[in-house]
């Protein structure tokens, strides 16, 4: 096998960056449709759901709003998933380095997982303030009450609510979402890079199509292990102040009452949907780029 690359966090923070980009832009009008899913409310006796399904969403979002409905809200993961993905990916490359003994170890996939959930804890910092303007702005649009004009006035009003607790609402779901599945995404990545990289090759030579099959496949695993806390986050997130007052185990009782067990996978179809192409399409743009970086900058 060829000598592997030295790992740079660096380098990853960069290449992060520019893969949440293409995340975002490949996977922004499923996440609208996710959100709104897992936010409807539920329908009283003989009425009818708002929304049959993933596609019944798709068409009512198109139909009312026009294409622009489903791109609805992404100033706010754009401006927040570039830094957060950079972190993300830093994160990574961090927990990768602090377990090598020398740069030429190759990683255990134990170790992989632990170096992922690393970057799990890394991102919450910026993600769950993101995440809770997104969801605000992605489900006022939904109900066709304007609250908020935008992203800033919406971290302004949270602001003067209820302070930085207001803007920060939901951070200990978003670490339970995220740690684990943040281990089981880049774990997969890289267990699906060593299988589909050719005997006596490196894994940083794949085709572009190996990586965009490696990086879907992450994507959907990562979601499998992060969907009932997503749904339990979403809700928290958009509920009125003060409708549960012992965070997500009200949210969880509620939900399991009210909806059952299959409740915790609500919006599964539309997550898993956007989860292929959207990691796909990262996991490409971090790959171009470590090699555009490593072609610029290869001492780093």
Known sequence: MSKQQAISPGKNFFAGGFGGVCLVFAGHPLDTIKVRIQTMPVPGPGESPLYRGTFDCF????????????????????????????????????????????????????????????????????????????????????????????????????????????????????????????????????????????????????SVPSVLFAGGMAGIFNWAVAIPPDVLKSRFQTAPEGKYPNGFRDVLRELLREEGVASLYKGFTAVMLRAFPANAACFLGFEMAMKFLNWAAPGL
């Open 59 to 206: 068409k009512q979002t198109l139909a009312k709003e026009g294409f622009k409905g489903l791109y609805k809200g992404m100033a706010a993961p754009i401006i927040g998933v570039t830094p957060m993905f950079a972190v993300c990916f830093f994160g990574f490359g961090l927990g990768k380095k602090l377990q090598q003994k020398t740069p030429d170890d190759v990683l255990t996939y134990p170790q992989l997982f632990a170096a992922g959930m690393l970057s799990g804890v890394f991102t919450t910092a910026i993600m769950a303030p993101g995440e809770r303007i997104k969801c605000l702005l992605q489900i006022q649009a939904a109900k066709g009450e304007v609250k908020y004009a935008g992203p800033m006035d919406c971290v302004k009003q949270l602001y003067k609510e209820s302070g930085i607790r207001g803007i920060y609402r939901g951070t200990a779901l978003t670490l339970m979402r995220d740690v684990p599945a943040s281990g089981m995404y880049f774990m997969t990545y890289e267990w699906l890079k060593r299988i589909l990289t050719p005997e006596g090759k490196s894994p940083n030579e794949l």
